[in-house]
T-cell receptor, first 111, second 114 residues
Framework: DQQVKQNSPSLSVQEGRISILNCDYTNSMFDYFLWYKKYPAEGPTFLIS?????DKNEDGRFTVFLNKSAKHLSLHIVPSQPGDSAVYFC??????????FGAGTILRVKS | DTGVSQDPRHKITKRGQNVTFRCDPI?????LYWYRQTLGQGPEFLTYFQNEAQLEKSRLLSDRFSAERPKGSFSTLEIQRTEQGDSAMYLC????????????FGQGTRLTVV
């Protein structure tokens, strides 16, 4: 039973444009959501997070939006840069303890 | 302390051998996690420690897998009688005390069972 779903395995975007990565979840008990970025042969690196009491959190070029009623969150990267090319994982915190991850979306930013 | 450290980075072993991985978390973090990741998948939860207590184990963790965190600092993950299906990246992460905080991951240990 996949509680966190990233339905787009990959996304290709032109440099300078917006990248939008999507994530859906099924467990209404999740109260904290995170995005991680991963390069090959490295561990995931924390990018940005959002609490369930908010609907938006912004950090530089990265913004995360949360729609609790739809159980959906998205990560916006503006403007996209070639160095953003990586795998992006959506994760949700379960009962304050365990992070549950989606399968990831491969982002390719073309220059 | 610069982050979560895992050792070794790579391990190649023959099927049937035992392997042990080590994780050193960020020093002030009392929560420690082990995850496994295979190609095309997200990190899959294996087990979780709060201090030295192992509070949760995934159903995926067969009896060939055991993890310890004897003094609430570093942790080890042992796989006995390795199988080819154990080939994966094994990731360790740690988190601090506050409720909604991010987990910091190590670089991972890449296990290949031949």
């Amino acid at each position: 039973d996949q509680q966190v779903k990233q339905n787009s395995p990959s996304l290709s975007v032109q440099e300078g444009r917006i990248s939008i990565l999507n994530c859906d979840y099924t467990n209404s008990m999740f109260d904290y959501f995170l995005w991680y970025k991963k390069y090959p042969a490295e561990g995931p690196t924390f990018l940005i997070s959002i609490s369930s009491i908010k609907d938006k959190n912004e950090d530089g070029r990265f913004t995360v939006f949360l729609n609790k009623s739809a159980k959906h969150l998205s990560l916006h990267i503006v403007p996209s840069q070639p160095g953003d090319s990586a795998v992006y994982f959506c994760a949700a915190l379960e009962y304050g303890n365990k992070l549950v991850f989606g399968a990831g979306t491969i982002l390719r930013v073309k220059s | 302390d610069t982050g979560v450290s895992q050792d070794p980075r790579h391990k190649i072993t023959k099927r049937g051998q035992n392997v042990t991985f080590r994780c050193d978390p960020i020093s002030e973090h009392n929560r420690l996690y082990w995850y496994r990741q295979t190609l095309g998948q997200g990190p899959e939860f294996l087990t979780y420690f709060q201090n030295e207590a192992q509070l949760e184990k995934s159903r995926l963790l067969s009896d060939r897998f055991s993890a310890e965190r004897p003094k609430g600092s570093f942790s080890t993950l042992e796989i006995q009688r390795t199988e080819q299906g154990d080939s994966a990246m094994y990731l360790c992460a740690s988190r601090g005390d506050r409720e909604n905080t991010e987990a910091f991951f190590g670089q991972g240990t890449r296990l290949t069972v031949v």
